[in-house]
């Protein structure tokens, strides 16, 4: 199947770090990338995990990647108002060039 | 550098009316075009995408259709529009190879009234 999932809401208070969660099902794809969009646009790439790798960190974001059971998770330290949008996981099945994204996860961020 | 075009931003068009939204990329050759749709609590979901020149895959049965006329253009068409067709649509493109970073147009709002 080529389902991914994640939950729908998140709210956090500013200064708080942010964890938004991310299950896949087709466990060939390579690489699987976190995508952030601002109200009214376009998805912009925010980072990406290699699957033989477990956590990559990149500034204020962490992605940690359980393989096993198909999880994928992005931390953001020091959550800021401007990150508040909606966040995209997807991945790229081994063999194709479609691009799988998931539900998207709003993350809203209060002063 | 690399650009995607997308036009128009908005669009409200009757129940029944044609539709044709376009996209074009420049600054790269032999793209991989894709045009999504996201719903209200859906998320995106793929719709068509393109290695090439007339090569389109449909992922899902529908009431829309698309096409690559050239290789940095792609169109997103319906002869018949219906009300379930509203939704926020995305263009993309990726380079023409596996596992690399998809670059999004700016969207296109429509609202089939």
């Known amino acids: 199947g080529e389902d991914v999932e994640q939950s729908l809401f998140l709210s956090v208070r500013e200064g708080d770090s942010s964890v938004i969660n991310c299950t896949y099902t087709?466990?060939?794809?390579?690489?699987l990338y976190w995508y952030k969009q601002e109200p009214g646009a376009g998805l912009q790439l925010l980072t990406y995990?290699?699957?033989?790798?477990d956590m990559k960190q990149d500034q204020r974001l962490t992605v940690l990647l359980n393989k096993k059971d198909k999880h994928l998770s992005l931390r953001i330290a020091d959550t800021q108002t401007g990150d508040s949008a909606i966040y995209f996981c997807?991945?790229?099945?081994?063999?194709?060039?479609?691009?799988?994204f998931g539900t998207g996860t709003r993350l809203k961020v209060l002063a | 550098s690399q650009t995607i075009h997308q036009w128009p931003a908005t669009l409200v068009q009757p129940v029944g009316s044609p539709l044709s939204l376009e996209c074009t990329v420049e600054?790269?050759?032999?793209?991989?075009l894709y045009w999504y749709r996201q719903a209200a609590g859906r998320g995106l979901q793929l719709l068509f995408y393109?290695?090439?020149?007339?090569?389109i895959s449909s992922e899902v049965p529908q009431n829309l259709s698309a096409s690559r006329p050239q290789d940095r253009q792609f169109i997103l068409s319906s002869k018949k529009l219906l009300l379930s067709d509203s939704g926020f649509y995305l263009c993309?493109?990726?380079?023409?190879?596996?596992?690399?970073?998809?670059?999004f147009g700016q969207g296109t709002r429509l609202t089939v009234v």
């Open positions: 993309a493109w990726s380079r023409d190879r596996a596992n690399t970073e998809a670059f």
């Open positions: 087709d466990s060939s794809s390579t690489y």
């Open positions: 995990i290699f699957s033989n790798m």
């Open positions: 997807a991945e790229i099945p081994s063999g194709t060039y479609k691009y799988i």
């Open positions: 600054g790269t050759s032999n793209p991989n």
């Open positions: 393109s290695i090439g020149i007339d090569q």
